[in-house]
């Protein structure tokens, strides 16, 4: 057995994955030093804090409910339309699943709106105005144009893929 393999086998990953995981808590390692050196880090704290109490007690929850109803409805239209005595024509993995289709770009909305819902929702706007002489405003458009443009791309994508794969109008 040569290093490699026994490596992978004890770490249980290549090694570029150790490297890279180690880049990583050296990125954040200076991020935070740039925080303390700041003084801001009280903030920061509660922050981050409640960042993961509001995303593991009330968003996981949440978006964790919301898949699990979108997949079972998705899976029991399916089951609908066959029946036992009649097979499925292809295997599973050929047909695109609409679901993922949907994740994608609610997730990156989602992302984008919990990282800036202060602007986006007028939160910061007395703070946001006096810092740099401007309105909020922008903010709700773009986020608005940028999930319809995403909304659209997965839209667009999924009928590609569908063609591609044959069932489109079948």
């Keep these: 057995m040569n290093g490699h393999g026994r490596w992978a086998r004890t770490y249980g990953a290549p090694a570029w994955h150790l490297l890279a995981l180690a880049l990583c808590f050296l990125v954040a390692a200076y991020a935070?030093?740039?925080?303390?050196?700041?003084?801001?880090?009280?903030?920061?704290l509660v922050w981050f804090v409640?960042?993961?109490?509001?995303?593991?007690l009330v968003?996981?929850?949440?978006?964790?409910?919301?898949?699990?109803?979108?997949?079972?409805s998705t899976a029991g239209a399916?089951?609908?339309?066959?029946?036992?005595?009649?097979?499925?024509?292809?295997p599973p993995g050929r047909r695109p699943a609409p679901i993922n289709?949907?994740?994608v770009p609610t997730a990156f909305s989602g992302l984008l709106l919990l990282v800036w819902f202060p602007l986006?929702?007028?939160?910061?706007?007395?703070?946001?105005?006096?810092?740099?002489?401007?309105?909020?405003?922008?903010y709700l458009n773009r986020w608005i144009l940028v999930?319809?443009?995403?909304?659209?791309?997965?839209?667009?994508l999924?009928?590609?893929?569908r063609l591609a794969a044959g069932r489109f109008g079948r």
């Design 147 to 156: 999930t319809l443009v995403l909304f659209a791309a997965s839209a667009l």
């Design 32 to 44: 935070a030093t740039r925080v303390v050196e700041a003084g801001i880090w009280p903030g920061f």
């Design 158 to 161: 999924y009928v590609l893929r």
């Design 78 to 90: 399916r089951r609908r339309g066959r029946t036992a005595a009649r097979p499925r024509r292809r």
């Design 50 to 56: 409640g960042a993961v109490i509001l995303h593991d």
């Design 101 to 103: 289709y949907l994740r």
């Design 120 to 138: 986006i929702l007028s939160g910061a706007e007395p703070n946001y105005r006096a810092a740099v002489g401007l309105s909020t405003l922008p």
């Design 59 to 72: 968003l996981f929850p949440l978006y964790s409910a919301a898949d699990l109803a979108a997949r079972s």
